[in-house]
């Protein structure tokens, strides 16, 4: 336990949050926002393709199962 404080990864330093309903909160918010969607990887261009290609793929297989379930009953 000595040596923690060297094996300690350094924390970024926080910012104080915008106060609630300000300009600047919603500019804050806005950003945050975009940035998360960048992150989960919807708006990222390299990726676009291939998220359409698996949504598609998903449609057609619920398509396929709602039909299979009509003609099977």
């Given amino acids: 336990m ?3 404080k060297k094996t300690q990864k350094k924390r970024k330093p926080s910012r104080p949050l915008p106060k609630v309903g300000s ?3 919603d500019a804050y918010r806005l950003e945050h926002s975009r940035q998360d ?3 989960f990887g919807l708006a990222d261009p390299k990726r676009g393709p291939v ?3 698996i ?3 998903i449609v057609v297989l619920l398509g396929l199962g709602c039909l299979a ?3 099977f009953t």
């Fill in 2 to 4: 000595a040596n923690r």
């Fill in 23 to 25: 300009p600047k909160d």
């Fill in 37 to 39: 969607l960048v992150d």
């Fill in 51 to 53: 998220n359409w290609i």
């Fill in 55 to 57: 949504v598609a793929v």
């Fill in 69 to 71: 379930l009509i003609m």
